[in-house]
């Protein structure tokens, strides 16, 4: 009974998904004819290990980042049935099924099962499991496709993510701009945390930000610039200084003396004549709404001509009354000329009027960004200090889905493999454990999976690390360091001790130094080197044997 408690205070502190779409229901059918098909067989009971793993990287990368952890653990805390549950469940299973199958599925929670994972957040590769479920086989199937979907998505957007940042590099601004073109609600408010977890810095996204506390941020869009027809529209012109003891009186005169004096600048006489009255009365109102922190979308007419200038007009004013600004956002165009040449009009305005902060003003650039975009403008040079990225960013366009799998790897003990004719798809059975072995430079070197019952690695002594299927992929390696890569984060009922629920921040510090440990030619973008994933040779010669005892023999005629 002291257990079942523990399990309850265990469930009130983990919490519920974050997706209150997420149920038991949210489930393939077939999970649900398997598991009366379970039950009627009387293998309901039957203690199963399953694995969830991927079998390919994304992105035709060498490696993923894992996400998604937190959200299966507090469906698995919250895992249960309903009573309007079971109800629909009657309508869509044939009318044979029997009544008590149903009152069985109304008692079942979660008690039993236990969850070994590897720490969200982590750099993870191919075969390795990323969870290990273990319990009676009815549920542990019903966990497929939540698992699936909760993990598949988080864990391509976050690796996503950390492919952008790679990138950008790590003294650029990322600002996730994706809500408006994600799939859907879920899609949008998934992105945004799991971009965060991945090494962005910020959302646009004010949904997430309250959620999860993440800092949001944002400009303006070109419909406010277009809003406005002309300066006369700015009836109130008073402005406070920043030192609160003095007003201007006319904050619009005196951003249009700084126009003309911009104008007068002979250095700048090749960039514009007259520019957009309407784009400068948007400028001037939005300063005079964000004094502390202006920033002008300067893409609406023509950058050079008239953003630019009559955003440095009314930066300028804004300065003479005490107040720094922030910066501008280009949304068309070529981004690295025009960073480059925005970069220079905003050096020589310092130079010119001995103001200070005007070469530093931040230069944001949006519009259909990806990685290859910022790895193009890294190569041709550009002054972008922060990127706002949406679209690509979001949906992956680059890789709509990553495969992640779960498969059973052990019932009642007895280990089980899936074979195939592609060897990618031969699943690695046995209940195992995995390590991650350092080498003397602080690098990981290669992950290796044992059998449960072996001998763990141990720092200093030489390991024979064998590839899964093929026989002359092998080497000898001394781990400087060895790493357990499994723990436990649900323990059900069992009285295990229990792995805390990492924050979003640690698990986004996780993430960043699990790449820092990882050799730069694994992470490059273009035709990165493998990481091995090995196994020890005893699970080896395991694999191979229980391979050709379930494999039929062919016969030729
Ligand atoms: N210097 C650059 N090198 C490589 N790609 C760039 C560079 N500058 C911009 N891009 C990218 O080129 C694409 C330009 O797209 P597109 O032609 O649709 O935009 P645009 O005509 O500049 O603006 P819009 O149609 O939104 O007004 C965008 O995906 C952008 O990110
Ligand atoms: O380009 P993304 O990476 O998706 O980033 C988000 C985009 O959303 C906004 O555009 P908006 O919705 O105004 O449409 P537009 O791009 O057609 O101007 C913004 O100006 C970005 O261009
Ligand atoms: O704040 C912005 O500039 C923004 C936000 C979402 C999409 N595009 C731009
Ligand atoms: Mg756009």
């Not at 009130?12 to 974050?18: D, Q, R, S, V, Y």
């Not at 919250?78 to 009544?99: A, K, M, Q, V, W």
């Not at 904050?251 to 249009?256: E, W």
């Not at 103001?355 to 230069?363: D, P």
Request: glycine content about 6%.
């Amino acid at each position: 009974m002291a257990s079942l408690e523990n399990g309850q205070i265990r469930k009130a502190e983990i919490g519920k998904t974050t997706n209150p779409m997420v149920s038991g229901l949210l489930c393939d059918m077939y999970q649900f004819t398997m598991a009366y098909a379970y039950w009627k067989a009387g293998k309901h009971l039957d203690y199963a290990v399953f694995d969830l793993f991927h079998r390919k990287n994304p992105f035709r990368g060498e490696y993923t980042i894992f996400a998604g952890l937190e959200e299966c653990i507090r469906f698995t805390a919250n895992f249960h049935f309903e009573e309007s549950e079971i109800d629909y469940l009657r309508t869509i299973l044939p009318p044979t099924c029997e009544d008590a199958f149903f009152q069985y599925l109304q008692s079942i929670d979660c008690s039993d099962v236990k969850i070994y994972a590897i720490p969200e957040g982590s750099v993870v590769f191919p075969r390795v499991p990323l969870i290990r479920v273990e319990g009676p086989v009815l549920i542990a199937q019903l966990l497929e496709t939540p698992f699936l979907n909760l993990v598949n998505y988080a864990s391509l957007v976050t690796t996503n993510a950390a492919r952008h940042r790679q990138v950008a590099g790590n003294e650029k601004i990322l600002v996730e701009f994706g809500l408006r073109r994600a799939q859907g609600p879920d899609g949008g408010i998934s992105a945004s945390k799991y971009c965060y977890m991945g090494g962005f810095d910020a959302t646009s996204n004010v949904d997430a930000g309250r959620r999860f506390g993440i800092p949001v941020r944002g400009t303006h869009s070109h419909a406010f610039v277009s809003s406005f027809m002309g300066l006369e529209e700015i009836t109130n012109r008073s402005l406070q200084y920043s030192s609160g003891r003095q007003v201007c009186n006319d904050f619009v005169s005196l951003t249009q003396e700084w126009l003309r004096k911009l104008q007068a600048v002979s250095s700048l006489r090749g960039y514009f004549r007259e520019t957009n009255r309407s784009e400068l009365a948007a400028f001037i109102s939005y300063a005079m709404s964000f004094p502390t922190q202006f920033q002008a979308l300067v893409d609406t007419f023509d950058v050079l001509r008239s953003g630019i200038p009559n955003f440095c007009a009314v930066a300028l004013a804004l300065n003479e009354l005490g107040y720094k600004s922030l910066g501008i956002r280009l949304d068309s165009g070529d981004l690295a000329y025009l960073s480059n040449e925005t970069r220079k009009f905003f050096c020589i305005v310092e130079d010119e009027f001995a103001v200070t902060g005007f070469k530093e003003l931040i230069i944001t650039a949006s519009n259909d960004i990806k990685e290859e975009t910022i790895d193009a403008l890294n190569k041709q040079g550009h002054e972008v200090d922060s990127f706002g990225i949406g679209t690509h960013l979001v949906t992956c366009s680059a890789q709509p889905a990553l495969g992640c799998v779960y498969k059973l790897v052990e019932i009642n003990k007895h280990p089980r493999m899936k074979l195939s004719q592609d060897i990618e798809k031969v699943t690695i059975p046995c209940k195992k454990e995995a390590f991650r072995l350092y080498g003397i430079e602080g690098y990981a070197l290669l992950d290796i999976m044992k059998g449960e019952n072996e001998l763990a690695p141990k720092e200093g002594q030489r390991l024979l690390c064998r590839h899964p299927f093929s026989e002359s992929k092998r080497a000898y390696v001394v781990p400087q360091r060895v790493e357990q890569l499994f723990k436990c984060f649900w323990a059900g009922n069992s009285g295990l001790p229990q792995e805390p629920l990492p924050s979003l921040t640690e698990i986004r510090e996780r993430c960043k130094a699990q790449l820092k440990a990882m050799r730069s030619d694994h992470l490059r973008g273009l035709n990165p080197t493998p990481y091995k994933v090995s196994v020890t040779a005893s699970l080896y010669e395991f694999i191979h044997s229980l391979w050709l005892s379930e494999a039929p023999v062919g016969e030729l005629r």
